[in-house]
């Protein structure tokens, strides 16, 4: 029973904006193929994933299951006449583009289909810090701003996935007159907090800019009132920061005080105790998706 | 079979912070007694409480099973040592009260124990205007403001209950100057839109004051954007609004106007195109939390 069960493979694909990510595992996640695709148009890079898939079969076996991470917004409902379609997107040429068709054709297997943060908070669950908790948030700080949830051992969702970059938040007394990046709303998460928001006040970069500048000081009080919403809306257990922005060193630390100022006492005692447990960084940076997309697809195998 | 289970009895409380409202009835959830006991020191609104269960177990019969819907904080961890208490709470002589241990010492019966909005949001699932809705957010806008969130079919619970009321929001531009009325923050949705702060801004009572005065305008403006808020943070399928508040002629399509204003675009169509079914009010204002303490029973009984 039990060769039967490792020999069994699943395929991944981590979809972002920039790159594609495809691997092909063993039943117990470990990776035998990976390949980096850049997101280009999407019939060049999808056929660059079948490839992938085609060279891996040859190499290492069929798979029985596929999983997608993808970037959104995305058709979630499974009973939507554009169920597994990318919808609407900023992305040149990928709106309207069937994921989940494209590859449940090529390679005839089951296909599992979720959104780039809820892949990575399964892979957090599966395999990350968060291991064996079942309420937390994991939320990425990149480009964009995303959190999926985790309540009670399950993803979160609703009519569609979750928009939490697009929480109306209140500006930073010393930024007031800063554009948002967000095209929708002039005072939301992502238009004032995301990593291209960073960029539009800063063009030649942050990383190297103290966290005293005033760009930081502003960024560690929205990173902060994210925490503090995140614990008041969904109480979780532990809240883990992944994402580009979230890599900038003495970051965290800082997030932690101006958390505890804001909250101001109104909290569990086991977040006010010990707030460096609570508000913790990814360990999987980079590998979250991944390891979320093979999740999915052991979901369906 | 039939004659057996709807023989059954069931007891709830809804205990508030003004009243509590006792009932027993039968499976099928038919009122049988029921009595409300005013909010006053614990050990006389309990044994009033208990009271009322001893003369209806002489004349309906015995109940199976009790559900409290509780006013908080709570204690919600069944393996803490003070489960089922109100822990620290302004409420003068509540803190540290054991509900679920005086009433399961009283009845000897299984108690069921959520809060006081969870009850409700449980109510609204089981005989409301979501019934058979599995997504979807119950918000009250009383004295306080809270929200009892279902997904999944399940209500959403972590570490301790939502405490949705204290997110931080910015304030409306016609409002700078405005005291809140949470001790903890400056600009929380409780402090700035709750019932007993609109009392602190008007005292002689703002539900004569047309929804033009400034006071109203502020109030559309909050609970639009906590309704826009709830929308990216849970995405519901039907934001409910129950509460004192809400009892205002006229709020309602205000409510909705704003928020389409404040959300501009960034929603599931299903919403944008028809947002008067999808922000509803209560259909159970008023007993929502002791229908919803009935279900708690129910799923101990």
Redesign the interface.
Known sequence: MNSISTAKLLGAIEAGGTKFICVIANEAGEILMRRTIPTEQPQKTLSACDDFFVEAKLRCGSISALGIGSFGPIELNPNANDYGYIKQTPKPGWSGTNLVGFFSQKLGVPVAFDTDVNAAALGEHTHGVTQGCD?FVYVTVGTGIGAGVI??G?L????????????????HAHDVNAVSNCP??E?CLEGLASGASLNLRAPSGVSELSLDHPIWIAEIYYLA?MC??L???????KIVLGGGVMLKQGLLPKIHAEFLR?????A?E??LEKVESYIVPSALDGVAGVVGALALARSVS
Do not use: D
């Not at 979160?156 to 500006?171: K, M, N, S, Y």
């Not at 614990?231 to 257990?237: L, R």
């Not at 804001?262 to 109104?266: C, P, Q, T």
């Open positions: 309420n309540s009670g399950l979160v969702q609703g009519l569609g996935h979750l928009e939490f970059g697009h929480i109306l938040i209140p500006r929708f709303h005072n009132l503090a919403n614990t008041q809306i969904y109480a979780p257990e804001l909250v101001n006492g109104y569990h086991r977040i």
